[in-house]
């Protein structure tokens, strides 16, 4: 099973929005590559994170609303919520150390 949780138009509003603490929403399809690379990335910083860190994904192609309220143009596309308010955006793919060190900007201690 998944670490990483799938959501939908549907769903995001109670799953990001209206979660506590920090939720990272992978914006992603299943045609692209970068967005492959990253995905296992993911996988891991949310189970060395588990409790810390929630992790969803929402593929763009089955779900056109959310990434249309975000203006998200292109992907992988990594937004970033602490207690329901956006908090960063990250674009494209990183490496697993980078990524880690934007994250780390908005965990709490």
Known sequence: MSAVRAITDATFENEV?????LVITDFWAEWC?????????????AVEYA???KVTKLDVDSNPLTPERFGITGIPTLLLFRDGQLADTIVGF???????SEIKKHLRV
């Not at 929005?17 to 603490?21: E, H, I, M, V």
Request: charged residues 30%; contains cysteine.
């Open 51 to 53: 409790g810390r860190i």
């Open 33 to 45: 590559v970068p967005c492959k690379r990253i995905a296992p990335i993911l996988e891991e910083l």
């Open 17 to 21: 929005l209206g979660a506590s603490g």
């Open 94 to 100: 990183l490496p697993k150390d980078r990524l880690l």
